[in-house]
């Protein structure tokens, strides 16, 4: 019978860790935290796919950008030869 020495080393490297992280205090401390029962979550959390956002094209962005600085009835207007008035939030008339 042959030993895999290369393993044999890895797994005790691996549990000299574990001792030293058992025998910290504070290590073992917060790493209680993350400990759980083996049922507590009977199944690991799936991450949720999020696919891309839609964005407004440039025309949108445009007329989004006259509804804020001139009203919202701005981009009615456009073109209409009608003045626009701007107001601030009080109804005050902008210069």
């Given at each position: 019978?042959?030993?895999?020495?290369q393993?044999?080393?890895e797994?005790?490297?691996k549990?000299?860790e574990?001792r030293?992280?058992?025998?910290d205090?504070?290590?073992?401390s917060i790493?209680?935290?993350?400990?759980?029962v083996?049922?507590?979550?009977?199944?690991?959390?799936t991450?949720?796919?999020v696919?891309?956002?839609?964005?407004?094209?440039p025309e949108?962005?445009?007329?989004?950008v006259?509804?804020v600085v001139?009203g919202a009835?701005a981009?009615?207007?456009?073109?209409?030869g009608?003045?626009v008035?701007?107001?601030?939030l009080t109804?005050t008339?902008l210069?």
């Open positions: 019978m042959r030993f895999d020495i393993k044999l080393d797994r005790i490297k549990l000299q574990i030293r992280i058992a025998t205090p504070e290590i073992s790493l209680s935290e993350f400990v759980t083996r049922d507590e979550y009977p199944q690991p959390a991450p949720t796919n696919g891309p956002i839609d964005m407004p094209g949108a962005t445009n007329e989004l006259n509804e001139h009835d981009h009615r207007m456009a073109g209409s009608a003045d008035e701007a107001k601030d109804g008339r210069p």
